[in-house]
């Protein structure tokens, strides 16, 4: 039987908690469906804001950084994600590469400095994650301050005819402020990350800061054996049905350790014939992406970056493959205008003296009371950010 499109975009939508928002209080199992990411700043909380009742800006930010049942660590793909505490044995720990596996996408970049250095990456990042250790006594307030720290605390432990070589002046970015040994130290934090090294530890004025996670959390959660395999399962009831390539663009991990997680979690999965090809999901999720049924025919405005986006099979949520290229950027992404869980416009917001500005390009026209709910959604967005509405312009 064929599953079709708009199956698995009904399915899709129930499993990131879009159909209808979670009862107020379950940040947690919004959050933790795949984890949400934090970049630009800001774009976790507009997420949550869409998937849980009530979820206003202090709500969200009093979980993360005071009760700290949600953690922000860099995870999939290397970006700043937030997700439960307790899941940390799901979105860390399957992420750290074993022996013989590729570097992540984000530090095949670091090639110039461990050429520059004479080094090679096995031999490097066990110093960092030494140097990591500072962190159980003390928190580092911004990014660029962090990787000084651990390049300083990773000198003493070089062979003495390369510590010159770490203390010179950047290949990368601005040479005036970053040493190379703080260049190579900025690559392997993602790694350390994924070993429980290194996790965001709130915020100081504008400054991330970071530190250790047992200093922030108090206790680390127990560890998992199948953790990996929870973590396949989690891309499956969000993007399934799917494929070990799209699971491997996901993460960002090499070919060989996406293969390593997927066939984990095979005995899990069928084949099923999509109008797409051929593609897998969990045995558990078959009849329902079967049954089928229509999706609701909902507007919702997605901020930049929702996880409902970040999928490889682009086409199921919008066909138009130069459209494509308005909402998948390579910075600065728009938010996106769903219809029934297809994208039908992108969208964009703006403070100006106090109020909020939108726009939206609709690819697709509106009728009278779509438009009248479109408005209304953009109302409760600013409210969401605390600013009135200005004016919200909608072309088409």
């Not at 006594?137 to 720290?149: A, H, N, P």
């Amino acid at each position: 039987m064929m599953i079709t499109a708009e199956a698995i975009r009904g399915f899709r939508l129930r499993a990131h908690h879009l159909d209808r928002r979670l009862p107020a209080g379950e940040l947690c199992s919004g959050a933790g469906a795949c984890g949400v990411q934090n970049s630009p700043p800001g774009a976790w909380e507009t997420a949550l804001f869409l998937r849980v009742e009530g979820a206003a800006q202090e709500t969200l930010r009093r979980a993360l950084w005071e009760e700290r049942v949600l953690l922000q660590a860099w995870s999939i793909r290397g970006v700043p994600l937030v997700f439960p505490a307790a899941d940390m044995p799901v979105f860390l720990a399957p992420l750290a590469a074993e022996a013989g596996e590729e570097p992540w996408i984000y530090t095949r970049g670091i090639t110039a400095a461990l050429d520059f250095l004479g080094m090679d990456f096995d031999q490097l990042l066990p110093l960092v994650k030494a140097a990591c250790g500072a962190l159980e006594e003390y928190t580092v307030v911004g990014k660029e301050e962090l990787d000084r720290v651990l390049a300083e605390r990773v000198r003493p432990l070089l062979p003495p005819e390369k510590r010159a070589l770490w203390d010179a002046p950047s290949l990368y970015g601005r040479p005036d402020r970053q040493t190379m040994g703080g260049a190579a130290v900025s690559f392997l934090l993602r790694p350390c990350s994924f070993s429980s090294l290194v996790v965001f530890g709130g915020r100081e004025g504008t400054s991330p800061a970071f530190t250790a996670p047992r200093r922030w959390l108090g206790q680390l959660p127990p560890p998992r054996a199948d953790g990996g395999r929870e973590l396949v399962r989690r891309f499956l009831r969000c993007y399934g049905p799917s494929t070990v390539g799209c699971f491997q663009q996901w993460l960002g991990s090499s070919p060989r350790q996406a293969k390593r997680l997927w066939q984990a979690a095979g005995e899990e999965m069928e084949p099923v014939e999509t109008e797409l090809g051929r593609r897998y999901a969990l045995a558990q999720d078959i009849p329902e992406l079967r049954a089928g049924g229509a999706t609701e025919d909902r507007l919702l405005l997605l901020g930049p970056h929702d996880p409902y986006l970040d999928l490889r099979d682009r086409a199921l949520i919008l066909a138009d493959k130069g459209r494509c290229r308005e909402v998948w950027q390579t910075v600065s992404n728009p938010g996106t205008v769903l219809r029934a869980g297809r994208v039908i416009g992108v969208w964009r917001a703006r403070a100006a003296g106090g109020k909020l500005e939108l726009s939206a390009s609709l690819w697709e026209p509106l009728r009278p009371e779509e438009r009248r709910q479109l408005a209304e959604l953009g109302e409760a967005y600013a409210a969401f950010r605390q600013l009135p509405v200005k004016k919200f312009d909608m072309d088409l």
